[in-house]
């Protein structure tokens, strides 16, 4: 009997171990409210409403499209996707030309796409923009 109990416990110990894992995997499920997206731009042009909603010198922060829009001069912009390359999660804010991850701290140049701090080392995807009768249109073939 004395081996019973000990095997009872390696069982409860693999069953907990498993248990966690399977916490870990839904903790970086695409499927999380952490803001992520299975396709971190957008696959269909994606009205943005009025260009000049857009500071010149600044940038504007699209959550519910997940874009951020910066406009270096006037008529010029430039878009990314909001989606942070390091976990997926959403940039929560912008403070002047630099996005910020709210998950693990990630900052990012929205003017040019930058990773600024870690974790994150790769730059957001630029996604195409243009301004058309004073409104703005992202996406393929904007």
Known sequence: MSGQPAA???VLKGA???GAAGLGVAACSTDSKLG???NPTPTAPVDLGSADAVPV???KLYREQRLVVSCPAKGQYKAFSAQCTHAGCLI???????GNCPCHGSRFDVTTGKALRGPAT???PE????AEGGKLVAGPEA
Not at 127 to 130: A, E
Request: charged share 30%; hydrophobic share 40%.
């Open 8 to 10: 009872r416990r390696t």
């Open 16 to 18: 907990a171990l498993a």
């Open 36 to 38: 992520h997206a299975e």
């Open 57 to 59: 010198g600044g940038a």
């Open 92 to 98: 929560d804010k912008v403070e002047g030309t630099e």
């Open 122 to 124: 790769v730059p957001l």
């Open 127 to 130: 996604v195409p923009i243009k």
